[in-house]
């Protein structure tokens, strides 16, 4: 009995902020380099959708400095609608706090934990207080304000509040400093360049110690802010339906109708037949014992799948190509976005992209890209369903070698858009294996994989012709020359010949009697325009026509003409020289052009 009651005295509640101090990996906050990229990802998190609800263009400012031994400052600035003074202690001094956890729509934030935790990490570790600047309109005055979390109440602890002179007319900045290290370097640039992939319309503007970067939008269109909808009978849990029925006043079928989505009074009349429930009965009164039965006929009734069109997101399909030629310069890039379906009465779009060749990395496996609600998931790729799915497809059948994840110069983007994005923590790392989420991603991957396998076969049928075009295009012009000594007449021109056979630019050097030609035929079948570069110890002083600059050292001239050939047209220049040397053409991409300089 003693025992007992000393194990009593020892027992007592702890709050939120109490648990997560001693719980921080769970928020992403397991290690110093890990909580840099947290801290950053959650703050620009809010800002995006902060942006989207105000309807502007998200301009985003990131700072990332060391202040002392191992103490980083952080900054990120938005020009968003701002936060109302009186709100802002306990958005960043409260954990589970919020305004998104009720509402179903596709948000990035949902819990109320991110940013507070990050507060919370960096009064840990540094003890020092989060500043946070914010202003809500031209008319109104800025406020800064220092806080703290009371880790044993989970309540803000404002250590200053005061009016500031800031020269935004809205938005927010927040700046938190913690313990840290600096070797997340590469890994915050690649936070950026991905999220500047699943966000086109966005900027970022990024100071990382004394280097700046800016990731550019590719889309000045403002994309609409998700609406919310009620909730799916087919999504609903037991403690969710009693919460609801003791906060309405209403009756059973206008509660249904009212209170759920895609159900109409059809529907709802059903539900109340088959829980044997009358449909005037008020909802507020029904015994555990009823809502049960309502429920089970709730999920029984056969209800269309939740609306998609306002509650979600996705980023569509001419946006990511965008997005990934900016960022990552390809051979081939293609995109898909799946229709819509439905897990669990929440609703969910799968989208994904493929990319090859380009600047990728031609060894090693395929460079995977996930992302959860426009976030990037840089951690936990091992234990991601998206993974999973990549690797149960059958690369080898597209032509691609595989060793579990595919192999070469590939880039996979996938991309999960939901009203409850199913992670495997609160950490917000890796997507949970979903069998309908699954289902969709292995469904978008082939029909990708199949248009690459179609570009790669094309490609190969192209540098199969094209070399042997090229082979024809080297032995003609000598054809000629023999053939002509043959019939002792002058030299028949085979560049239509040529052109035809290759459909490219041609351009070509030769030097004859003590006079250089260099000729350049479009076949390419629309006009264009080139540089002609001339590099020879001759200096073209009486070309007919004289280049638009010319610059000579240790006795080369560097001849440069400019022009644009329209097609199925030439452009020629002579001059007095010895030839040799060599020819470059520019501004035309390398598989649409050949040069042969006969001279070699």
Excluded at 324 to 347: C, I, N, W
Excluded at 546 to 571: L, N
Aim: some cysteine; charged content about 25%; hydrophobic content about 40%.
């Amino acid at each position: 009995m003693v025992l007992a009651d000393e194990l009593a005295k020892q027992q007592r509640s702890i709050s939120v902020a109490e648990f997560f101090e001693k719980n921080k990996h769970l928020l992403g906050f397991d290690s110093p380099t890990r909580g840099v990229i947290t801290t950053i990802k959650e703050a620009v998190d809010n800002a995006l959708d902060a942006c989207e609800e105000a309807q502007v263009l998200p301009d985003i400012y990131i700072s990332i400095k060391k202040t002392g031994p191992e103490i980083f400052r952080i900054i990120v600035e938005d020009n968003g609608p701002g936060i109302v003074p009186a709100q802002v202690p306990f958005v960043f001094g409260k954990l589970l706090y919020g305004s998104r956890f009720h509402q179903i729509r596709q948000t990035r934030g949902q819990q109320g934990i991110g940013i507070s935790a990050a507060v919370l990490y960096a009064q840990l570790t540094s003890g020092l207080p989060t500043v946070i600047i914010s202003r809500t309109g031209a008319k109104e005055p800025a406020y800064k304000f220092e806080i703290q979390i009371k880790i044993e109440t989970n309540e803000p602890d404002i250590i200053s509040q005061q009016p500031f002179e800031w020269d935004r007319i809205h938005g927010t900045r927040v700046q938190i400093e913690f313990k840290s290290t600096m070797s997340a370097k590469k890994k915050l640039l690649e936070y950026f360049k991905y999220t500047s992939v699943v966000n086109p319309h966005a900027r970022f503007r990024v100071e990382l110690d004394d280097e700046s970067f800016t990731f550019e939008r590719v889309s000045q269109e403002v994309i609409a802010c998700p609406v919310a909808i009620q909730p799916h009978p087919h999504g609903i849990e037991f403690g969710q339906l009693k919460r609801m029925a003791a906060a309405s006043d209403e009756k059973l079928i206008d509660f249904l109708v009212n209170g759920f989505s895609r159900v109409g009074k059809k529907t709802a009349q059903e539900m109340c037949d088959k829980s044997r429930l009358r449909q005037t009965t008020k909802v507020k009164g029904l015994s555990a014992e009823e809502l049960k039965n309502l429920l089970a006929a709730m999920q029984s009734v056969s209800v269309p799948a939740p609306p998609t069109t306002q509650c979600l997101s996705p980023i569509g399909e001419e946006l990511i190509r965008r997005g990934l030629d900016k960022e990552f310069q390809m051979d081939f890039v293609s995109a898909r976005t799946r229709p819509s379906s439905v897990y669990s009465g929440h609703p969910f779009v799968v989208e994904a992209a493929i990319g090859y060749g380009g600047r990728l990395p031609p060894d090693g496996n395929a460079t995977i890209l996930r992302f959860a609600n426009r976030v990037p998931l840089m951690y936990q790729q091992g234990a991601c369903a998206i993974t999973e799915c990549v690797s149960n497809v059958n690369w080898k059948s597209y032509n691609i070698s595989q060793q579990g994840l595919p192999l070469g110069p590939v880039l996979i983007l996938v991309h999960v858009a939901s009203t409850n994005v199913p992670f495997t923590s609160e950490s917000k790392d890796a997507v949970a294996s979903i069998p309908e989420i699954e289902k969709e991603i292995v469904l978008a991957l082939q029909e990708l994989g199949r248009e690459l396998k179609t570009f790669l076969s094309r490609r190969d049928r192209n540098k199969l012709a094209e070399d042997r075009a090229r082979a024809v295009c080297a032995v003609i012009p000598e054809i000629a020359v023999k053939v002509s000594e043959i019939v002792e007449k002058p030299v028949v021109d085979t560049t239509p010949i040529e052109g035809r056979l290759m459909k490219k630019l041609i351009a070509k050097k030769w030097t004859r009697d003590g006079k250089v030609t260099i000729e350049a035929n479009n076949y390419t079948g629309s006009d264009i325009e080139i540089s002609v570069y001339d590099i020879s110890t001759d200096n073209a002083a009486d070309a007919n026509t004289p280049p638009a600059f010319s610059t000579a050292m240790d006795g080369q001239f560097t001849k440069v003409w400019k022009m644009a050939i329209k097609k199925q047209t030439v452009w020629r220049v002579s001059y007095t020289g010895k030839g040799g040397g060599m020819l470059d053409i520019r501004g035309i991409e390398d598989n649409k052009m050949m040069v042969v300089d006969l001279d070699v």
